[in-house]
Nanobody, 118 residues
Framework: QVQLVESGGGLVQPGGSLTLSCAASGSIFSFNAMGWYRQAPGKQRELVARITIGLRVNYANYADSVKGRFTISRDNAKNTMYLQMNGLKPEDTAVYYC?????????WGQGTQVTVSS
């Protein structure tokens, strides 16, 4: 059974930074791609960033709202994916979820709260 565990959320002031981590229970090479989604109160869950998992070439894509501010990355040796978030805005406030794709199967973490407020 795949387990994804997020960490790194918290309260930060506007303009601040946070780094989210998603640790997978097995090798991330068992996944086709991994990504971060977020869901704000009263809104649908939306894709924030996604990275393909390959031996040589990887592709990352971002929501327009976070381009230039957020960076998705992974550490193969630690089976961990990261989301570096800079220049945080109040509208980034949401529960952030880690996602992994393996063929037609999708796995989700439990979510971590990010609150951007002064």
């Amino acid at each position: 059974q795949v387990q994804l565990v997020e960490s790194g959320g918290g309260l930060v002031q506007p303009g601040g930074s946070l780094t989210l981590s998603c640790a997978a229970s097995g090798s991330i090479f068992s996944f086709n791609a991994m990504g971060w989604y977020r869901q704000a109160p009263g809104k649908q869950r939306e894709l924030v960033a996604r990275i393909t998992i390959g031996l040589r070439v990887n592709y990352a894509n971002y929501a327009d709202s976070v381009k230039g501010r957020f960076t998705i990355s992974r550490d193969n040796a630690k089976n961990t994916m990261y989301l570096q978030m800079n220049g945080l805005k109040p509208e980034d406030t949401a529960v952030y979820y880690c996602n992994a794709e393996a063929g037609y199967s999708y796995y989700w973490g439990q979510g971590t709260q990010v609150t951007v407020s002064s």
